[in-house]
């Protein structure tokens, strides 16, 4: 897919869309877009699907998400909702909810007009036109597993609706939602490309892969362990569904000079300068650019990264110091996350030191020491991760942001292996050995399969694997939620860095106070809104 014609067709569907709305006449009106006189070229008709696609997931949430979970957190202004969510402190009227309902919906009907209306361009190539009509699926697919996974049961439907029948729909329930997204992935998986059989100019476009790898996600969401494995199998062992590989460097997997690599599955298309986001102007430190902090990552985090030597920080041998607290830790917390002292690497080849500890920064500006209540980081952290060399004025970058990648392929198979009492030396190398090896790690006790360890000991050490490759990919609230862990990580205290009182939390840092209820915060409510409008859409338990 040509990046820049994601661009073109966003103002052009949005016209389409309101022209084809009206239907009073049979003769298409001059100089507007209807249902009868658009659909006439295959350009025209790739317009839409590329809207479609840009559509499909935003920026914003990508980044923001991360601050729902323990990972992170959202300290100026409510950013998406996520300083609400994360604190529990939301009901059914918070406009993230309504946001996200909406967005999703509006996805879908871009998807639904171009199913309805691209057989009426006979000029189109029959195989082009069933791809499309593929990639169209799975982007409804991926939009409606999206609301799934959110609300629980909601409306689901396969054709655009009236006005007056979507104020009386009702919701399907959660397993109805479940199989059409599992019957849609399979169907299209049929029809879809592999990745490698793609020009240049169409990389982005969904493939064969995708539909195997979003499978395998929303299997791995449902605890559906068996097939997890023969899902991912599909992509692990032979080359018929896709070539996928992980990229040598972890490091290297999320800069702009190795977009499109190996390890990509399925990611969002940016442009630079003309599809582009500048979150980083609110995340990055302050010393090299940003304005101020908007989402920090957490101690909790910063913990979670064990040390060289394979040993979480707590364990006896481990070798961890609080005075050294960063030395000796795994490879990857460096490339995610910036702390005090970092060496922050500058596109000119300089490197500039983050001072986040008060008092130590020689500058008399001391942008970024932890100070309560300034603009700096709240946690005494930044992040680096997905940080762009090339990014121009305000950090406002087109690099592409990868929705799902092989190395999630490689841990959702480890998990449900282990789930089934079938994880082994052979598995374990196949997937958290290769990470950790791709990472840096060199020290056998971290490389090597520890049987030992039991099912229950190697769930840990797989769950905090995907915690700390997969930190700032958005997708650590979906394992909270799956792993309904809430009541453990989201209620009590989320810190920061050792900067504080000792005589509180060791000194760490108290930054916001949780609260997680069991009995509704798995879910989110229905939003307001729309029950005012829809009297048919049932509420979710206990809002």
């Given at each position: ?12 569907v ?6 084809s ?11 507007s877009?209807?249902?009868?006189n658009y ?6 008709a ?19 998400n ?19 969510l994360?604190?529990?402190t ?11 309902w ?5 996805g ?5 007009i171009?199913l309805?209306?691209?057989?009426n ?5 029959p ?14 697919a991926y ?17 655009d ?11 399907s329930s959660?397993?109805?939602?479940l199989?059409f997204?599992?019957?849609?992935l399979d169907?299209?998986?049929?029809i ?11 990389r982005g476009r969904?493939?064969?892969?995708a539909?195997?790898?979003?499978k395998?996600r929303?299997?791995?969401?449902e605890?559906r362990?068996q097939e997890v494995?023969t ?8 080359n ?5 590989s992980?990229?040598p460097?972890?490091?290297?997997l ?5 977009e499109?690599?190996?390890e990509v599955?399925?990611?969002l ?5 003309d ?9 990055a430190?302050l ?8 989402l920090?990552?957490?101690?909790e985090?910063?913990?979670s ?15 961890y ?6 030395t ?6 460096t490339?995610?996350?910036?702390y ?22 020689p ?43 092989y190395?999630?392929?490689?841990l959702?198979?480890a ?8 994880m082994?030396?052979?598995?374990w190398n ?5 990470l950790?090896?791709?990472a840096?790690?060199?020290n056998?006790e ?7 360890l039991g ?11 995907r ?6 990919e958005?997708?650590?609230?979906f394992?909270i ?5 809430g009541?453990?990580?989201l209620?009590?205290w ?17 930054v916001?106070q949780r609260?997680?209820d ?6 989110w409510?229905?939003?307001?809104d ?11 338990p206990?809002?």
């Amino acid at each position: 897919m040509n990046k820049l014609s994601i661009i073109k067709a966003t103002l052009l569907v949005a016209l389409f869309t309101v022209a084809s709305a009206c239907k009073d006449l049979d003769l298409a009106p001059i100089g507007s877009f209807t249902d009868a006189n658009y659909w006439t070229t295959t350009e025209k008709a790739d317009a839409v699907l590329n809207t479609a696609y840009s559509q499909m997931f935003r920026s914003d949430y990508f980044f923001y998400n991360e601050g729902m979970s323990d990972n992170a957190y959202n300290g100026r202004g409510d950013a998406n909702g996520v300083a609400s969510l994360a604190a529990g402190t939301y009901d059914p009227s918070l406009g993230r909810i309504k946001e996200e309902w909406n967005y999703h919906y509006q996805g879908i009907k871009t998807c639904h007009i171009i199913l309805e209306n691209i057989d009426n361009v006979t000029t189109m190539d029959p195989a082009l036109m069933n791809r499309m009509k593929a990639e169209a699926r799975f982007i409804r697919a991926y939009h409606y597993f999206q609301l799934m996974t959110w609300f629980g049961g909601v409306p689901l439907f396969e054709r655009d609706l009236t006005i007056d029948e979507a104020k009386s729909i009702s919701r399907s329930s959660r397993e109805e939602v479940l199989s059409f997204v599992l019957r849609e992935l399979d169907e299209v998986a049929a029809i879809l490309p592999v990745n490698t059989a793609y020009a240049d100019q169409n990389r982005g476009r969904v493939t064969k892969g995708a539909a195997v790898a979003l499978k395998a996600r929303a299997l791995l969401y449902e605890g559906r362990w068996q097939e997890v494995v023969t899902t991912t199998e599909q992509l692990i062992n032979g080359n018929e569904y896709g070539t996928y590989s992980l990229f040598p460097s972890y490091e290297g997997l999320f800069l702009p000079q190795n977009e499109n690599n190996s390890e990509v599955i399925l990611d969002l298309q940016f442009v630079p300068l003309d599809r582009a986001y500048n979150h980083f102007f609110d995340i990055a430190p302050l010393a090299v650019g940003a304005r101020l902090n908007a989402l920090a990552p957490t101690q909790e985090l910063v913990d979670s990264y064990i040390m060289a030597n394979g040993k979480r920080i707590n364990q006896e041998g481990s070798g961890y110091s609080e005075e050294n607290p960063y030395t000796n830790r795994d490879p990857r917390l460096t490339y995610t996350i910036v702390y005090h002292g970092y060496q922050w690497s500058r596109p000119n080849g300089t490197t500039t030191t983050i001072y986040t500890k008060p008092g130590s920064d020689p500058n008399s500006s001391a942008l970024d020491e932890y100070r309560p209540g300034a603009v700096s980081s709240p946690t005494g952290y930044y992040i680096r991760k997905y940080y762009d060399p090339t990014s121009s004025t305000n950090f406002l970058s087109g690099l592409n942001l990868i929705l799902i990648r092989y190395a999630d392929v490689l841990l959702m198979h480890a998990e449900a292996k282990n789930e089934l009492g079938q994880m082994n030396e052979a598995v374990w190398n196949q997937s958290v050995r290769a990470l950790r090896e791709r990472a840096g790690f060199t020290n056998p006790e971290a490389l090597n399969y520890d049987g030992s360890l039991g099912q229950s000991g190697l769930r840990d050490v797989i769950r905090n694997e995907r915690r700390t490759e997969l930190a700032m990919e958005g997708l650590r609230i979906f394992d909270i939620r799956r792993w309904r862990i809430g009541d453990e990580v989201l209620n009590g205290w989320v810190h920061g860095a050792k900067f504080g009182s000792a005589s509180v939390d060791n000194g760490y840092i108290r930054v916001n106070q949780r609260t997680f209820d069991e009995n509704r915060h798995y879910l989110w409510p229905i939003p307001r809104d729309e029950r005012a409008l829809n009297p048919n859409l049932t509420q979710n338990p206990n809002w």
